[in-house]
Each structure stands twice: as C-alpha cells, then as structure tokens.
C-alpha cells in the first residue's frame, strides 16, 4: 500500500481520559519562562490561562464539559503557536518550540 495514499488522512485522538495538558515552551533548546498559556474552546473563548515556570514548564487541568479544543501560546517577541487537540496524539508532556518575531541586528547590503 503506498503511503501517499494516506498523507491526508486525519485520525482524531480521544483526550477525554486526559485529566491535564502540560508541556515545555522551548525556543532552539532554551526555555520560555513567562509565555503564556491560553485555554480555549470550540468558540474561541478563554477558558484558563497560566504562565510557563522558569524551565519553561506549564500544566492545565482540563474539564471537558467545557469542551476545551485548543491552546495558544503567546510571548513577547515571539510568533503566537496553535495547538488544536484534535490534531494531536497526545497533549500531555509535550515539548512546543516557539520562533522569534523577526531577526534582530543591523543588516549590510552590498
């Protein structure tokens, strides 16, 4: 069976015996202490939000009555990340890298 036949195949995961998502905020191998970590549901509305520790760690409970469907990650300085749920196998223990807004320096050109 080839595997491009399946490339666009989206299996959704069941997260409903997931009690918490947590994970690490890194950019390159550096932590983001201070990101913040949105909770938010089908509609867009925030449900919780919290802040990385210093290495860069953070954890959420979740109640799923609520229908939590995503978080966004925000630091200064840095490009916001999406995290939809459905998306992922797991969102427990996951390692998120984020990337700078823009290259900082003076530029020459020739």
Known sequence: VSQSRYRNFVVEYDHSKEQFT???VMSGS???KNAVIVLLDSNGLELNR????DQGVFKID???SMHP???RIEKTGFVD???LFSRRES??????NMYHHGIKGKFRMD
């Open 22 to 24: 947590s994970g690490t």
């Open 30 to 32: 550096l932590p983001i």
């Open 50 to 53: 919290v802040m990385t520790n």
């Open 62 to 64: 979740l109640v799923w």
């Open 69 to 71: 469907k995503r978080l």
């Open 81 to 83: 990340v999406q995290i």
């Open 91 to 96: 969102i427990t223990d996951m390692t998120i």
